[in-house]
C-alpha cells in the first residue's frame, strides 16, 4: 500500500488516495473470486466533514440477514455519539474534528499476549467481511447496517486471554480536543461499555472497520468499533481505545449514569420495558411514512437462534 503524505488541504494522518478507485462492483467481483480480500482500496480522503472512506474489499456473510439496508445516508446521519453531541444530526455535522490517524488500540489485562496493535494492522488482521446486521437502539428505533469487519474472536484469539479473564471492557476515545461533547456531562467519560467474554467470543460480534463496503465514518465510530446486534445499540462502543479483560464484571458508562434504566445486559428484550417506555415495537429508520406500522421488536433482535443459549438458565428480566 503505498501512502503518500501530500502537501495541502490532505492530512498525512488521515490517508490519502493516488489511485482511482475501482467501482465497487469489480471489486466486489474480486473478492467473490478470491483475489485479494482483507486488503484495501485507499479512497478519497478529502478531509470534508463527511468523509466517504476509503474503499474495503470483502466478501459477504452468510451472517448476514436478508433484510434491506437502510440508506447509507440514514446510517451516516441519524447517529447516536454523545461525544459530539446528543441530537441525532451532531455527530455527523461535528465528528470531522475526530483525528483517526494514528490510531492505535491497547488490548491488555488477564491474557497472555497484550499487544498494541495499531488500525492498519487491525486492517488486515483477519479477511474483512460484509455483515448485514440488524441493529436496534434502547430508544426504539432500528436500522439494517451493512458493517464491515470480522468476527472479534479473532483479535481475541491473539492475545490469548487467560482463564480468569471473565469479562472484556472496551474504553472509547474522550478527548476534549476532539470531542466538543464532552464538556457536557451527560454520560461519565470516557465512554465504556463491557461483555461477557463468551458474549465476545461469539461469532456474530463483530470487530468493525466499516460500512457500506468504506472505512467507517467519523460519525459512526471510526476508525474502529464493536457491533453487538442482539444487544440494544449502546453496547455498541465507538472509536475505541482500549479492549481490557478482566475478572470482574465492569461499570459500564450507561449502567453508571442510570442503574434502573440500563443494566450490564441489554440483551434487546421486547418484554421487559425501559422504566420509561416500551420495548416491545420499534420505528424502522426510513419506513417511517405516515400510516407505517411499527415494528414488533423481537428477542435478541431476532438473533435468538444464535445467542439464546448464552443466557441459558439467567432470568433476563433481573438481568436486563
Ligand atoms: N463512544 C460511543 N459509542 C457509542 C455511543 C456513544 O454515545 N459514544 N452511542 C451508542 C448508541 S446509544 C448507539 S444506538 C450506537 C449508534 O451507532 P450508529 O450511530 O453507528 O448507528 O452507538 C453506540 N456507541
Ligand atoms: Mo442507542
New binding site residues.
Partial sequence: MSRNSSTQVIRPSEITPQRVFEKRRAILRAAAAGVAYGSLEWANAQGSAAPAGSKLVTARSTLSTMERPTSHAD?TGY?????FGTDKED?ARHAHTLRIRPWTVAVEGEVNRPKVFDIDELLRLAPLEERVYR?R??EGWS?V?PWVGYSLSELIRRVEPRGNAKYVEFV?LADRRQMPGLSSPVLEWP?VEGLRIDEANHRLTLLTLGLYGETLPK???APV?VVVPWK???K????IVRIRFVEKQPVTSWNRSAPYEYGFYSNVNPEVDHPRWSQARERRIGEDGFLTPKRATLMFNGYADEVASLYAGMDLRKQF
Fill in positions: 446510517v447517529n447516536n455519539f454523545y461525544e455527530p441493529m437502539c434502547v436500522m447496517i472509547t465512554y460519525q459512526n465510530g468499533r440494544y445499540g449502546f455498541s462502543g465507538k472509536s
